[in-house]
């Protein structure tokens, strides 16, 4: 048995240097979203000039979905950060544009594509006093009934591509995994457009059980007037309910508002102010570590984690990895964090305060202990 632990851990120093450069891929939980820090936007041509004042507005954009606020360009404290958008890109990309999005004849526009710093971006966020809304988020289930003033309907399946797309385009823009209903036959039989409109919560909750999401948005969206729409949005979460409505306006701001509300919701709850300069130690048990992918897995996961500024290893006993973190802000950011995301699952006990064994290359700080295990 030792030699066998010996021969792990031999495998483990060598992958830990390996690692950083290494690609694993396995199957990620449909709350961790990708892209946070990439957007795109049309431009008229590929002049330096133009891309530089393009990345002004990629960069409002990756803003509103790290910060899950809908106008945290406007900010004063955050100009100096956007007056350089340039300076943040990391990489940039042109494609040409689909058929309708923002071209003329005269004019033929193409998508820039960029991705900007993720450290840079958060200090600046953390220096601002705004709290991060990391990757974990809440897998998020629409149904939203449309009145045209001719019918009323569910938006859903093949019905209504345009409105799908806009929504889609508003859940990318605000980094919240939304999904629409397949309405099947059995939606259908168990959930109607009076129903979403009356918001009746025991009739919407138990026909969106088929899908586990981690929460539902209901919405209506009606017509007032030529050109003129309103909007009445309830979004269900872990036993709480939130509602509200949006002013008049054009069809895409109604149905927008729904869905930069919800993302403004979970941020209330999920997004960390975390304080430069203020770090607490946390030893970290994980089970179920049996192979190299399992340890590449872990490691990528927990260096994602915004709240997460370093991850060292402590010691490897059989199938549990111990690793010592440098949390930013308080413990439990870190902990509601994971809670959210399905990577990871909490084992008893949790929150006691060690002081980790093994040479971790300088005497070891006391730490809380927390115990998780892999989901697989």
Known sequence: MRSKVRLMRRIFAVFTVLAAGLVVSWAAPAAEVAGLYEAEVPVTSQNALERVAA?????????????????????????????????????????????GVGATAATPTQLLWMSFDRETINQRLYEA???????????????????????????????????????????????????IPLLDLQDQGSLKAADVWGDFSDVILKASERYQPDAVLAGRVYTVAPDKWQSHWTLYHRGSVTTWESGEGLQNVAIAAGISGAAEQFAKRYALELTPGV???????????????????????????????????????????????????????????????????????????VAPEGDTGTEPPAAEEYRYRIVQ
Not at 334 to 346: D, N, R, V
Request: neutral net charge.
């Open 55 to 99: 990345s002004r507005a990629a960069l409002e954009e990756v803003l509103v979905k790290v910060s899950g606020k809908a106008d945290v360009a406007q900010l004063p404290q955050l100009e100096p950060l956007l007056s350089q958008a340039d300076q943040w890109v990391q990489r940039y990309q042109y494609r040409a544009a689909p058929p």
């Open 279 to 353: 770090t607490n130690n946390v030893l970290m048990t994980i089970e179920n570590v049996t192979s190299l992918a399992d340890y590449a897995r872990v490691m990528r996961y927990l260096q994602s984690l915004d709240p997460v500024a370093a991850v060292q290893v402590a010691r490897l006993e059989g199938d549990k990895l111990s690793l010592l973190l440098k949390v930013r802000g308080q413990t439990h950011g870190l902990i509601q964090t994971i809670a959210l995301g399905k990577t990871l699952a909490a084992s008893q006990p949790q929150g006691e305060t």
């Open 129 to 179: 006093g705004i709290p991060v809304w990391g990757i974990n988020r809440p897998s998020t289930l629409l149904w939203l009934a449309v009145d045209d003033g001719g019918e009323r309907y569910l938006l859903g399946g093949d019905n209504r591509p345009d409105l799908q797309a806009m929504v889609n385009t508003d859940a990318r823009r605000a980094g919240l995994p939304l999904n």
